[in-house]
């Protein structure tokens, strides 16, 4: 029986009537750029809000700022503070930075000190951003991690909670360290648990925001192998309880406060994981959904239809999650960032499937940025509406699915092995048709290609071969033109038929248009 004050959640969930769904972005800023980014300046006030005053009309509809990794970048007094342990006067060798490489210990000390620096002279950044954001219109968030990962093959890392490193016990597998996830802590475990409720709870005293995040793909894995289906259950108990949190601050406060999370992207990985979103949408207590890859790719596939579906009649605000890096497969070096085109083409597709919101994570202003950050500013103003990205240049490229639960199959269309004589066909989501005009079809094979290309079933002339603009393959691609008349709005195929075996390791249908 679910108790009478989540009842009233889910009630006050459709009476905040305040997540119609509005085309626009969602940006992550995350819980160490700006400190690392800012460190040797004047940390002035003025500094602080010009994190937030650049995003000023804009289509930024929410900015998130995330407080927090495995340490909080401001005072808490419920968890450790990033400069926990720190001596301002002390070298780069200091306890807390000994495990640290030596070459790594100055950038480090840059977040570091600068969280302090602030603290020490009473600049609550948080406080100053939230109340920025709302100035300009915008909702400001706080985006909770809520299993932080970085850096765990080094137990002494400064990143680290004394919590983490004294329980570990607590960690979700205990018998192995076979990579990064088996380290992170287990929510089967009900001090876990509430070790969180209470960060929860000290954000909403401390601090007057639009909207909370739960950050469930920071890093994707909270329970045991073969625990997740009784995982669900509490992840759902955790929800209710966050969102009764929020609704006592709602009444203290006078305003809505929004309760967001971020899941995986495909509904049977985010089940298979311990995630049951639909249920938490259902009962109103998510007003922003967030489907997502983790890390190593944007994913150009999300499958927002089904979400869009397993959504219908409730008010929850579906986002799009596109993260920073573009491969076409796991294995694909070297690692690069997404340029304007390519998320134009993602953003496309998104919004085209259904989704509301564009979501960027680890889209900032600097260093972790797009490939050139002179397009940032354009971005901002485009990728939110189909609206604003119509008669825009854009690319569209395959990529893979990042995150799979354990036993589950990991499936990547790249590469792909091709038989003579053989048609083999991919499909990619393409967003709105073409206004006018053709599209190159681009593919990389190991060898020379000779064969066939055609798109939705309309050959391709063959057009050469060139290098393409980064992102891109680190090889010249091989050009087909599409007419005009082939692609349609939604999803293409492009079907192969090679003379010789092959072997394609890059795919993407480019539309032209304006810069």
């Known amino acids: 029986m679910i108790p009478r004050r989540y009842v009233l959640g889910a009630v006050a969930g459709v009476l905040r009537g305040a997540t119609v769904p509005q085309p626009g972005i969602a940006l992550n800023e995350d819980n160490s750029h700006f400190f690392f980014t800012r460190a040797g300046r004047p940390l002035t006030e003025e500094l602080v809000d010009a994190l937030v ?130 380290r992170a802590l287990d929510y089967g475990r009900p001090e876990v648990r509430e070790y969180h409720l209470k960060l929860v709870r000290e954000l909403a005293e401390r601090y007057d925001f639009d909207g909370l995040e739960l950050d469930w793909m920071r890093f994707g894995y909270h329970f045991q192998p073969g625990r997740e289906s009784a995982g669900r259950v509490l992840l759902t108990n955790f929800t209710r309880e966050v969102r009764g949190i929020l609704n006592h601050w709602e009444q203290r406060r006078g305003h809505a406060i929004r309760l967001g999370a971020r899941v995986p992207s495909r509904p049977t990985t985010a089940l298979n994981l311990g995630y049951d979103p639909v249920v938490w949408c259902r009962e109103g207590l998510l007003d922003m959904l967030v489907v997502t890859p983790f890390w190593a790719s944007i994913e150009t596939d999300l499958p927002i239809e089904t979400w869009r579906r397993a959504l219908d009649g409730t008010r929850t605000v579906l986002a799009a999650g596109l993260e920073l890096l573009i491969r ?135 057009a050469g071969q060139r290098e393409l603009p980064k992102p891109g393959p680190g090889r010249p691609a091989r050009i087909f033109i599409a007419p005009g008349s082939a692609l349609g709005a939604g999803d293409n195929v492009v079907e192969l038929a090679p003379k010789t075996g092959n072997r394609l390791t890059w795919l993407e249908i480019a539309i032209p248009g304006r810069a």
Request: glycine share 8%.
């Open 328 to 462: 076409p497969y796991h294995e694909f070096t070297p690692l690069q960032t997404n340029s304007l085109e390519t998320v134009r083409g993602a953003a496309a597709a998104m919004l085209e499937r259904g989704a509301d919101r564009i979501y960027l994570f680890n889209y900032m202003d600097s260093e972790t940025a797009i490939e050139r950050l002179e397009d940032y500013p354009a971005l901002l103003r485009q990728v939110g509406s189909l609206e604003t990205l119509a008669g825009r240049a854009r690319r569209h490229v395959v990529t893979y699915a990042d995150t799979w639960a354990p036993g589950e199959t990991r499936v990547s269309t790249l590469p792909a092995d091709l038989r003579p004589g053989q048609w083999c066909g991919f499909r990619l989501g393409t967003g709105p048709a073409p206004e006018s005009g053709g599209a190159e079809v681009r593919l990389v094979f190991d060898t020379p290609f000779d064969g066939e290309v055609r798109v939705n079933g309309v050959p391709c002339s063959a």
């Open 53 to 182: 005053d650049q995003y000023a009309g804009t289509q930024v509809r929410e900015l998130l700022f995330s407080p927090n990794s495995m340490r909080t970048s401001f005072a808490s007094r419920v968890w450790d503070p990033i400069w926990r342990g720190y001596d301002p006067e002390g070298a780069d060798d200091q306890a807390l930075l000994r495990s640290t490489a030596p070459a790594a210990r100055a950038s480090a000390r840059r977040w570091i000190h600068t969280a302090w620096q602030l603290n020490r002279d009473g600049i609550d950044v948080y406080t100053r951003w939230l109340k920025r954001a709302r100035r300009h219109g915008i909702a400001g968030w706080l985006s909770m991690r809520m299993n932080d990962l970085h850096n765990v093959d080094d137990e002494q890392s400064f990143m680290h909670s004394e919590f983490w490193r004294a329980n570990p016990g607590f960690r979700r597998v205990t018998h192995r360290f076979s990579g990064t996830t088996d």
